[in-house]
């Protein structure tokens, strides 16, 4: 694939990098736009998706580096982002108590705020995993089939060999997560809602795709106890979907307050 875009002036620009500041500025814009639609103060909302992005960042940055720590040749790699190296759960791990946190503080609805959250992540998540393909990583296992990829040296998945283009098959995914959840908004829905659909589809589908993924130095959830039965992801995708759901049938009895084309 092309894990660099180009240079300039003998900087490289990586694909993962600049798509990754693509899908910031989609999901950022929305959140805003949104949040401003609903009466929402646009500098605190600002505040709060700054700070979530800054310890999600960390988060999915901090358990690559556990999952892979010989990725590290040393210090100054740990900030070094441009050709791949976050894991999505690390993110959530970190950013969403963040969110709760900051939004309880500054006085913002946050089942209303994470509603809007859940109408931008799948699309801001869909471009950063088009930057995974670009750069090679999250890679899958060997396909001979007719939607085999094969990457070049380099990249970060293994080259020459034919690999499922699982990045791709979850970018797919995660628009039609987008399009579902965005069609709930605009429909009457208990607060909370969309998001929680939203982490329902995306804990199903990455388990799903855990399946066809060929980079397990990633790690095992629970090997002590499962062994090597479900991949850390799969593991806390069903902890998430079990949430999610028990969430959703829960809230699902509270009166709707979101309703028709007239919500943003």
Do not use: K
């Not at 670009?134 to 020459?160: E, I, K, R, S």
């Amino acid at each position: 694939m092309h894990p660099v875009l180009f240079d300039v002036g003998g900087f490289s620009v990586h694909a993962y990098g600049a798509l990754g500041a693509i899908a910031f500025l989609l999901g950022a814009g929305l959140t805003l736009w949104r949040g401003r639609r609903l009466g929402m103060n646009i500098e605190r909302v600002a505040d709060v998706i700054f700070w979530m992005s800054v310890t999600g960042l960390i988060g999915a940055r901090l358990l690559f580096v556990l999952q892979n720590p010989g990725a590290l040749q040393h210090i100054g790699q740990l900030l070094d982002l441009r050709s791949g190296g976050l894991v999505f759960y690390g993110a959530f791990l970190t950013g969403l108590p963040t969110g709760l946190f900051l939004l309880r503080r500054a006085g913002l609805p946050a089942a209303a705020f994470f509603d809007i959250l859940g109408t931008a992540f799948p699309l801001s998540h869909a471009i950063s995993r088009a930057g995974c393909f670009l750069a090679g990583c999250c890679y899958g296992l060997p396909h001979d089939g007719a939607l085999a990829v094969t990457f070049p040296p380099t990249g970060v998945a293994p080259p020459g060999t034919p690999l499922h283009p699982v990045q791709l098959y979850e970018a797919l995914a995660l628009l039609t997560i987008a399009a579902v959840t965005n069609a709930l908004y605009r429909r009457p829905h208990a607060r909370g809602q969309v998001f929680l659909l939203y982490l329902v589809l995306y804990a199903a589908t990455r388990a799903v795709v855990e399946m066809f993924r060929g980079d397990t130095e990633r790690g095992f959830f629970l090997p002590a106890v499962l062994g090597e039965a479900l991949t850390y992801s799969q593991g806390m995708s069903l902890l998430v979907a079990a949430v999610a759901v028990a969430l959703f049938i829960r809230g699902a009895r509270q009166e709707p307050v979101a309703r028709g084309p007239s919500t943003p």
